[in-house]
């Protein structure tokens, strides 16, 4: 492992030292292909990102892929209501490791303005382990190109060995999230304990 | 001869070199697939991708293949027109030779629509 001062030293000299790590991140970073998969009109600023306007390309991200086994990233756009709850998880699931998920919108985090509805789902990370989310009624394509970068910035930054190292390395985490089912009442299990975390708010 | 054989050498090289670029990524993918990205197959993810939603029935199923028919029937009005309305249009001026032609064309049609007629393939079932 090299120290980061040489590694200054020697880029200042116009000699560039890299790792396996490093290298395999930013390639990783750089072509994170999407998902083409919209749910409402998040999904309207989602295509405008990806138009020559706002050229989402520029971050190796234009690609979109119409079947999960060629993407690696899922943004979630729009509404999820329980209906396409199940379906949305079990999308994610067919998608190879390794991938993350972007949640667009006020819906996709929390429900939104249907927040209060019997049938809208109160935000995608009660299923998905969400890495990036972004706020906005719908957020602006430029919004969306910060979640891109952010969650370019965390993929550069994710461990190859160790202990701390993402999910797609780790062979004891399984891959699979538990799809839910419609009960008679609600979805069941209404989330995922494994991946829902909400804070603690102690009134 | 050293000089042909250093010549073929140098394609020989290149052909190696050729097979080693295209051969060298899907390696490496390999080598990285099996050192450090576990496989995790899983129910879902093997299963068939049908928009999230779980594919029913099976895909091997019959399709009517009568339709076919139903296809040759339509071709036969189809072309005939395409051809008709340049005979309406040129046929004060057409030699005999051309006009017989012409009718040779369309009876052939006619003979086709009659069989299916016969057969009764007109008939909506």
């Keep these: 492992m090299i120290e980061e001062g040489l ?12 790792t396996l790590e ?3 991140n930013w390639g990783r970073a750089n072509s994170v292909w999407p998902l083409t998969f919209g749910l409402a009109c ?8 990806s138009m020559a306007r706002f050229d989402l390309a520029r971050f190796g991200a234009e690609v979109f ?3 999960p086994r060629q993407a690696d990233l899922m943004i979630v756009a729009g509404t999820v209501t329980k209906k396409m709850a199940p379906l949305v998880v079990r999308i994610y699931n067919q998608m190879p490791e390794p991938k993350y998920v972007i949640a667009m919108g006020a819906c996709a985090i929390s429900g939104g303005p249907f927040k209060q509805g019997y049938n809208v789902l109160k935000g995608m990370d009660r299923y998905l382990p969400v890495d990036v989310m972004i706020p906005g009624c719908p957020p602006r394509p430029e919004a969306l190109i910060h979640a891109i970068m952010t969650l370019q910035e965390k993929i550069k930054n994710q461990k190859l060995t160790g202990p701390d190292r993402p999910r797609h390395l780790n062979a004891d985490i399984p891959g699979d999230f538990p799809v839910p089912v419609y009960g008679p009442h609600d979805l069941e299990p209404s989330k995922n304990p494994g991946v829902w975390h909400p ?5 | 001869m050293p000089t042909a054989t250093s010549s073929y050498l140098v394609l020989l090289l290149l052909a190696g070199a050729a097979v080693g670029f295209a051969a060298a990524p899907l390696a490496a993918a390999w080598a990285w697939a099996k050192f450090f990205s576990p496989n995790k197959p899983g129910q879902d993810k093997n299963a068939i991708y049908e928009c999230g939603l779980e594919s029913k029935g099976d895909a091997w199923i019959h399709f009517r293949s009568e339709y076919y028919l139903y296809g040759i029937i339509f071709l036969v009005f189809d072309v005939e027109t ?3 309305l340049p005979f309406a249009v ?3 001026g057409l030699p005999v030779g051309a006009f017989m032609a012409m009718i040779v064309f369309l009876l052939l049609l006619v003979e086709g629509l009659v069989w299916a007629w016969r057969k009764g393939f007109l008939t909506w079932n």
Aim: hydrophobic share 45%; with cysteine; aromatic share 10%.
């Design chain 1, 7 to 18: 590694k200054s030293e020697l880029q200042k000299q116009g000699v560039y030292v890299t």
């Design chain 1, 22 to 24: 490093d290298l395999y």
């Design chain 1, 42 to 49: 998040c999904a309207i600023e989602m295509m405008a990102a």
């Design chain 1, 65 to 67: 892929r119409p079947s």
């Design chain 1, 199 to 203: 804070p603690l708010i102690k009134r």
């Design chain 2, 82 to 84: 395409i051809f008709l």
């Design chain 2, 90 to 92: 040129a046929f004060t």
